[in-house]
């Protein structure tokens, strides 16, 4: 896998992925620039988790061709925090980084989760495990940062209060971000650009040049999104 | 309630007895209700020992197994025959936890070995441990390897069974986790399969502990010259059931103990899972 730094930080031509004969992603083109926050949405079956299972290097036994091209330090949030639950939650943050315990109690910190290094995921509610698993992520300064609905599981006023923390740590450690959500409003309000995935081809492309703090109250917020909905097939 | 008056009408006041359904469940728990059935057996073990209903030669009564054990005690013959015996279990067991462990982490880490080793494994499993006695005395003689082996036999199945269904039972989700954060493969074994496993391996612990008193007991009534099974053989020759019952209640207390031992460090390992109780 070749390093594209300076030019972009992602670039994936021609990507296919099958499963049983039947294209899950059928010719994909994208690009994501260095610190770039792109969002995906998509119907369920579009193709979106194949993408970013693809870009993690998760898909070993899935059929395929293409071009991609990805960085060598990529980090992960799954939907689910994946916390281990028998390490306590620093050694979560530094899993495989080795002697990084005071990088990972300054990332903690950044995550508003100081003093909870010696407890156990299970002891922490499903936001602060998320936060735990953002951490965890963001520890290994990655170039690009790959997010799988992080905030699905989680309740609504949680979720608000994740996506603040989200930008503010993406607008300090700088990734370029593919993030996957089945949540239109979320995609408007954290990325520079939205994508709709169907059919495993990129049917509609939104660059989002709201100002910040961005409101779903926002007149263009609202073209925003209805012209997304239509995309994904939602009558309005 | 009255028979006049009608359910739906009668006046609701503070005083107005509730009707109370009847409890279908067992009820609360009785304080110390664990201690009522064994208690009671003793008492009834001593009134028949004492109105002469019991044999002494069937069973001795408690006073004299408790006097005979001071004497066994007091002459040194039970700490050394449960010295001998102690050793012999702990080294089976210790042999039996490692072969166990190692056995399991092979077939449960690579396809192949799972392929060559569960199979036989399997099969060992289905031959109770005692049934291969026979062999293993004309291959090792009736000396301490003989029974050593018998018991590491009886200990590394369980061991083997429960660390590799544990290992197996690992959810992917982590493994996938450890190959997006870049665990190398030892880094992968030490902390995710491992404490993934250790569930597994101490329930197989306890199971282990058991089986390897109960070879004990076995090997040790075989052509041995000590050891609580050889003292207990020996009294049998004499007609000494004051002798069999110490030795039962030796085994049985031993038996207690080693799995109270397992227990706690259970729960001291595990303490992770706990918190998910409390």
Redesign the interface.
């Known amino acids: 896998m070749a390093t594209n730094v300076g030019l972009v930080t992602v670039q994936v031509r021609d990507l296919v992925r099958r499963y049983d004969d039947r294209a899950v992603l059928d010719g994909l083109d994208l690009a994501i620039e260095p610190g770039e926050f792109v969002a995906l949405l998509g119907k369920s079956g579009s193709g979106k988790s194949t993408l970013l299972r693809a870009l993690?290097?998760?898909d070993h036994d899935v059929d395929g061709s293409g071009e991609l091209a990805v960085p060598e330090n990529?980090?992960?949030v799954?939907q689910?925090s994946?916390l281990?639950?028998?390490?306590r939650v620093l050694e979560n943050v530094v899993?495989?980084l080795g002697g990084a315990d005071e990088r990972g109690r300054k990332s903690l910190e950044e995550v508003g989760l100081a003093g909870r290094e010696k407890a156990?995921?299970?002891?922490l509610s499903g936001g602060e495990q998320q936060r735990v698993a953002l951490a965890?992520s963001l520890v290994?300064e990655p170039e690009l940062l790959l997010a799988d609905e992080p905030f699905g599981a989680l309740d609504a006023l949680t979720r608000l209060k994740m996506h603040v923390l989200l930008r503010k740590l993406c607008a300090a450690h700088q990734p370029a971000v593919l993030l996957v959500t089945h949540d239109v409003d979320e995609a408007i309000v954290l990325a520079d650009r939205v994508i709709v995935l169907d059919a495993g081809r990129i049917v509609a492309e939104e660059t989002i040049t709201l100002p910040a703090p961005r409101s779903a109250a926002d007149p263009g917020f609202a073209a925003v999104r209805s012209r997304l909905l239509d995309a994904l097939g939602v009558a309005v | 309630m009255s028979a006049t008056t009608l359910p739906g009408l009668r006046p609701r006041t503070a005083s107005a007895p509730v009707v109370r359904r009847r409890r279908l469940g067992p009820g609360k728990p009785i304080r110390f209700g664990a201690a009522i059935g064994p208690v009671l057996l003793l008492v009834v073990w001593s009134i028949g020992s004492a109105t002469g209903w019991i044999d002494q030669r069937v069973l001795s009564a408690p006073w004299t197994v408790v006097t005979t054990a001071g004497d066994l005690i007091a002459d040194g013959r039970l700490q050394s025959n449960l010295w001998t015996s102690a050793q012999r279990a702990l080294i089976g067991l210790a042999f039996g936890i490692v072969l166990g462990v190692v056995l399991a982490l092979i077939s449960g880490l690579s396809r192949l070995g799972e392929a060559v080793l569960d199979g036989p494994i399997q099969i060992k499993r289905a031959i109770p441990s005692l049934a291969l006695l026979p062999l293993l005395i004309l291959w090792l003689g009736i000396g301490e390897s003989m029974k050593i082996v018998t018991i590491l036999l009886g200990v590394f199945v369980p061991i083997y069974i429960h660390t590799h269904n544990g290992l197996r039972t690992i959810d992917s989700?982590?493994v996938?986790?450890?190959?997006?954060?870049?665990?190398?493969q030892w880094?992968f074994v030490r902390?995710?399969v491992l404490?993934?496993a250790?569930p597994g391996f101490l329930l197989g612990l306890r199971f282990a502990v058991t089986g390897a008193w109960l070879s004990l007991v076995v090997v040790e009534q075989i052509n041995s010259t000590s050891g609580i099974g050889y003292m207990m053989e020996l009294a049998r020759t004499y007609g000494q059931t004051d002798i069999i019952i110490v030795g039962l209640v030796v085994y049985g207390i031993l038996g207690l103990l080693s799995d109270a031992v397992v227990r706690l460090i259970q729960r001291r390992a595990?303490?992770?899972?706990r918190?998910?109780a409390s």
């Open positions: 993690a290097g998760l990529v980090s992960v799954f689910d994946r281990l639950p028998w390490a899993l495989g156990w995921p299970n002891e965890r290994r | 989700r982590y996938e986790l450890a190959q997006t954060v870049g665990l190398s880094e902390r995710v404490p993934g250790l595990l303490s992770w899972r918190t998910l």
